[in-house]
């Protein structure tokens, strides 16, 4: 088994080619109520960031990989594992399918190589996700892929129609 790589798509990290793509998804202001951004980024911060960035988890304490469509190349997608403790091996995952690509299944690949990644290179016992009880999608992923919903948690987000319940998903790897 190759890891990061199946039929359909590979991982890669991030690179600092990929600024204008950060830069067009990270300011998406439709995809902020899934997680905790609270305003735009701007070039000079993602450049920082890609300057920074080592790709090693234990240095960064979270790792980003962006999905790669095989037969044309084309980036359809980032995953990410962050708030990485190595005392007790788990992460946060994060699935962000691009618009153009949703749909089609990708999150489901996405995921399932971020997870061998997770499970055969970096030895990590536990993935775990929070999203918002209304997120169908990703709640359906999530389910698909093995994790359970450990905890619904009452008024954990603040949305724009007001306060949402979130869902804390895990999976023991």
Do not use: C
């Amino acid at each position: 088994m190759r890891l990061l790589s199946d039929d359909t798509l590979y991982l890669r990290p991030v690179e600092p080619e990929d600024l204008e793509l950060l830069y067009r998804e990270e300011n998406d202001s439709s995809i902020w109520w899934l997680g905790e951004q609270t305003g735009p980024y701007s070039r000079f911060m993602l450049r920082q960031y890609l300057a920074d960035v080592t790709g090693d988890i234990y240095t960064d304490r979270q790792l980003r990989l962006v999905a790669v469509r095989k037969d044309d190349e084309t980036p359809v997608g980032l995953v990410d594992l962050s708030n990485f403790s190595p005392q007790h091996l788990r992460a946060e995952v994060g699935v962000l399918v691009f618009a153009p690509y949703r749909g089609q299944g990708l999150a489901m690949h996405m995921l399932g190589l971020l997870e061998d990644y997770a499970r055969e290179h970096l030895r990590l016992h536990q993935l775990y996700a929070y999203t918002p009880s209304g997120n169908e999608g990703a709640v359906s992923l999530f389910r698909h892929s093995g994790y359970h919903v450990e905890h619904q948690l009452k008024d954990w987000l603040l949305l724009a129609d007001g306060p949402a319940d979130a869902l804390l998903l895990q999976k023991i790897l």
